[in-house]
Every structure is written in C-alpha cells, then in structure tokens.
C-alpha cells in the first residue's frame, strides 16, 4: 500500500516538484494509518534524496523514466553504489551545489543521511521530564540530546499529544542551538524575520519567559500564525505589526536561505542552481538590524546553509557598509558543536542541520 501511495506522490512530485505540497496533498486522504503515512513519507524522501543520481542510472540503463522505475531504485537501494560515481551523481546534488561541497565530502554525505525528529519542549507549560514520560506512555521513543529542552523521538511522535497540546513543538536541535546562543548574548531581543515562530518559541521556552523578546514577520499569514502560536504555547512574546522605532541588545536575522544545511529534511535543497536572490534579501535584512541595535550591541546572522555568497560573503559586506566586528573568538555556549570558519561558526550538532552563524557587535 504505502508504495501505491509513494508513486502517486512521486508521479505528482516529477510534474510539478515541491516534495512537501505533493506529501501534503495526497497522504491525508490516502485512508494510511500514522505508521503507513510515516513510512510512504520516508520513501518519498529516499527517492527525492537520490532523484539526481537515479536520473543518472535511469538514462545510463535506458530505463523508463517513470515514477515506477524512481520508487522501485529507491526500494532496491540503488543508490548503495553511489561511491562509484563522480561527485554530484554520488552525493545526488546539482552542480552547484557540487561546486559548494566539493572540498566538504563529510558534510556532502551527511546531508544524505536521514535526520531524527527532535522535539523543543516548552518549559512554560511542562519539564523535560514530563515530557518523557508523556512520550513513552505513548510507546514513542524521548532520548534527551545535547540541549535542555531537546527531545529525540520516532517520526510518528509528530502526532503525540506534546504536539497537539503544545507541551512540544518539533524543531532541529541545532535550529534551538541558534536560539540558546542569541538568547545568551542579551536581555532585550528581537527576532526580526521570525517566520512561523520556531525560535521565538524556542527562546521563550529556554528563558521560560525572561527575555524582553519580541518579534516580526513581513509575511502576514506567517505573523497571524506566529502571534496564534505564541498565545497557544505561553510564550511572552511581543509580535509586532511593523518595524519597531525602537533599540535592542540583540537582533536575530534567521535569514531565508537555500537550505542546503537542512537538506537531510528537504532533500529538494540540493537541487539548486544557484542563490538567486537571497543574498541581496539577506543584506536588506542586515541592514535593517543595524538600525535596531544598541550601541555595543549584537547582531546575531543565521542561515542554514553553506554557500559563500549567503555566508562568509554578507559578513565581509556588513562588516565593510555597517561598521560591525566579528567575534572571531569561541567564547559561546557548546564552543564543542561549533566549528570555526571565516567570519562566523558552523553547528556541528551530531544530528542537526548544519547553520552558518556570525556573531557581530556593533560600535558604542
């Protein structure tokens, strides 16, 4: 059944692309039950994680190139003998994303590996401890990581009542690292391209409602969502409607990026040709932080994703247009799961996405 199922999505997935909308659109009314949704979702991945390598052997074997002929690679493991084919066919990426990971063959092959699904709990309304204990009253795994408020559990522990009533929400461990270290650096925070609200949610957990936190998101449905969000999970957070007139110790800029660090959960992010955009998005953002921060304060720069043009590249330019220093020295929080590059980090968390961060001060 699930690979009935898997085909219909792959065959709606290679007319149309977008892996999330096409799961979204078809395993809900699939008559699945959580664990048969589970697994047709891992096999989706798995033959969207490999789709370039198996477009290699479907064109070198003349096979038909069908969403048939995807999903049985997938199912015979095909791609076991991906070391045997140059770069972008062995790590299934395109070009550039070859060209970015060419001299990172460790990190190349773990954004192929598949990623736990990790829980954030939400310390204002629950412990750590209760959390667990809900989990395995459930049968579902709650393995504790690195992070006070990081849960590891199965794919199936999405649906668990954590979620639904908000004692949890899911969030890579290393996408809560982002969070604890900027709500490290100051008291008054704001969280300036917020999203959905995963690391306002986040910090307000991790302080359990200590910060002067605010936040903002341009995209209006996303901010109804994000102030929705905060009210279901008592999170003190201030959603603001625009740009505030006002200074803070810190500005979060968690940028939107290409994704390539998270591709383990997205594999489609290795299939980009190019940035596109985002870095002049990204600089925008930047620009827009330094008129909110104090003097001596911080700008804390995050984006999941590795290439040079949305990393080393907008810290040189901010340095260079803004006056901003770089703390180059690794005196942050878990310095252990973060491995210095120029002019920032990158998070090494054993089962996280991997985030380029920069920490910059701005003159007093």
């Not at 789709?51 to 048939?68: G, N, Q, V, Y």
Request: overall charge neutral; proline content about 4%.
């Amino acid at each position: 059944m699930e690979d009935t199922v898997a085909v219909q999505v792959i065959t709606k997935y290679l007319r149309k692309g977008n892996m999330a909308r096409c799961l979204r659109d078809i395993l809900p009314s699939a008559g699945l039950s959580k664990e048969q949704r589970e697994k047709t979702a891992e096999l989706v991945h798995t033959v969207v994680r490999w789709k370039h390598l198996f477009e290699h052997i479907i064109e070198t074997r003349r096979l038909s190139p069908s969403a048939e002929t995807y999903v049985r690679l997938a199912l015979e493991g095909a791609q076991a003998d991906a070391a045997s084919y140059p770069f972008e066919y062995r790590y299934s990426c395109s070009p550039y994303v070859a060209s970015t990971l060419k001299d990172q063959g460790e990190w190349a092959e773990y954004l192929n590996q598949t990623p736990p699904t990790t829980l954030c709990v939400n310390l204002n309304r629950s412990s750590i401890d209760e959390v667990r204990t809900m989990l395995r009253q459930e049968s579902l795994a709650a393995e504790g990581s690195i992070l006070p408020t990081a849960l590891q559990t199965t794919s199936i522990g999405k649906y668990s009542r954590v979620i639904q009533e908000h004692f949890a929400h899911v969030q890579d461990e290393s996408s809560q690292l982002v969070s604890f270290l900027a709500a490290s650096l100051g008291h008054s925070l704001f969280d300036l391209c917020a999203g959905n609200g995963g690391k306002s949610l986040a910090i307000a957990s991790m302080t359990k409602n200590q910060k002067d936190l605010s936040a903002y998101e341009i995209n209006t449905m996303k901010r109804t969502t994000l102030t929705q969000r905060c009210t279901q999970y008592d999170a003190k957070v201030r959603v603001e409607e625009s740009l505030p007139q006002k200074n803070y110790d810190l500005v979060l800029v968690d940028a939107p990026c290409t994704g390539l660090g998270a591709a383990r959960r997205n594999p489609e992010a290795k299939y980009r040709e190019g940035a596109g955009e985002l870095p002049q998005i990204q600089l925008s953002l930047v620009a827009q932080a330094a008129s909110l921060i104090k003097p001596g304060g911080v700008l804390f720069y995050a984006v999941c994703t590795l290439t040079p043009e949305e990393t080393v590249h907008i810290i040189e330019t901010a340095v260079r247009t803004h006056g901003f220093c770089v703390l180059e020295e690794n005196n942050l929080s878990y310095n252990n799961y973060l491995v210095p590059q120029s002019n920032g980090f990158i998070t090494r968390i054993p089962q996280g996405d991997l985030f380029f961060i920069s920490v910059l001060t701005k003159p007093e």
